[in-house]
């Protein structure tokens, strides 16, 4: 199934793409993309949303098809879900 | 919101074109007239939510700034001008509100807001504005709304995009919910347009008179985030945190 990412603000500059098409195979779950984007950017992608516990970073929002989700809660995702990683911003 | 005189004629003439808006009106009007909003900083965003809430007749802005005109501020800081450079921003400011719309009370506040003077401010007015860059400032405007139960609008910028929410204290997501501790890769400087840092505080100005003058749906407890450089706008539908200080989760 193709799983449609979004990415925003600094992690955007950092992943060096604002979105891209992630192919994985039935049954997968959020934490799963998770894994897949940290082995595909690396520190690009991990620095800006996981801890060095490997958690979600406090300042990250995640939504799935347009609703904020836990990645706690490790939602199922389903061919052409639409994933997006908020980074905070704020004003100047 | 405090009772200030009935609009005089010369404030319907001016306002004439807005009270044609269908459920906003000569009464509509009047709120915003009695109506009171901080603005906290007034950068390229505050300075542009500042102008609009002037130019609609809003009756008085509680405005909170600190610190000195830089050269480094006039690509996206409206009210803030050439002459005015190393003088006090919050100077500028009031000067040019001012010729926009005499009749507007200004509280001008040289300091930005803090733990210190949050509560005062924010129990001064119905709606808060919040365009600050420091986090620690977003969390101490948070607080001091929760307490106070006055609504606060969040406007938000990086390079070509924008976030906007706006929170209705224990009801829809806050601040903190979103965000509970200070992000550790946030810097504060980054690259933006004025365009953009003036849309999104137009957009932050509508959602102000809207829950001035209880009009259409605000962005409670959606966060809308745009992508100027492709010209996407989504909204999301945020979560109130369990557990965080706002108790919207709970409620």
């Known amino acids: 199934m193709i799983i449609n990412v979004h990415y925003t603000a600094q992690l955007k500059s950092s992943v060096g793409a604002a979105e891209e098409e992630i192919e994985m195979s039935q049954g997968k779950r959020l934490k799963d993309l998770v894994d897949d984007l940290t082995q595909r950017h690396g520190e690009a992608f991990s620095k800006y949303v996981l801890d060095e516990q490997g958690n979600l970073l406090p300042a990250v929002v995640i939504c799935l098809n347009d609703e904020q989700v836990s990645l706690g809660d490790n939602a199922p995702l389903t061919e052409g879900a639409s994933v997006m990683f908020l980074t905070a911003i704020s004003g100047g | 919101m405090e009772q ?3 609009l005089t004629e010369h404030e319907k003439a001016v306002y004439e074109w807005q009270t044609w808006v269908p459920g906003f009106g000569l009464e509509g009007q009047q709120c915003l007239k009695d109506a009171t909003v901080l603005v906290s900083r007034l950068g390229g965003l505050g300075g542009v939510v500042a102008y609009e809430l002037a130019a609609a007749g809003v009756g008085r802005l509680i405005l909170a700034h ?3 005109v830089k050269p480094s501020d006039l690509n996206r800081q409206l009210l803030m001008t050439h002459d005015w450079l190393g003088k006090p921003r919050i100077e500028s400011a009031k000067r040019r509100l001012l010729e926009l719309n005499p009749r507007l009370d200004i509280v001008a506040v040289p ?3 803090s733990d210190k003077n949050a509560d005062a401010l924010v129990a001064e007015c119905d709606v808060v504005v919040d365009c600050a860059p420091l986090f620690e400032e977003r969390f101490a405007m948070n607080a001091a709304s929760l307490r106070h139960g006055v609504p606060l609008v ?11 929410f706006t929170v209705i204290p224990g009801r829809t997501t806050c601040v903190r919910c979103l965000f509970p501790e200070r992000p550790p890769h946030w810097r504060r400087q980054f690259p933006v347009f004025g365009a953009v840092s003036g849309a999104v505080a137009c957009l932050g100005a509508v959602e102000a008179i809207k829950l001035i003058a209880g009009l259409g749906d605000t962005l409670a407890g959606r966060l809308l985030v745009a992508d100027l450089r492709t010209m996407q706008f989504r909204q999301v539908q945020l979560q109130p945190r369990s557990g965080c200080e706002c108790g919207a989760a709970e409620a």
């Open chain 2, 66 to 68: 600190a610190g000195n």
């Open chain 2, 111 to 113: 300091e930005n807001i």
């Open chain 2, 4 to 6: 200030r005189p009935p």
């Open chain 2, 154 to 164: 969040e406007c938000a910028m990086y390079d070509m995009e924008f976030q906007l």
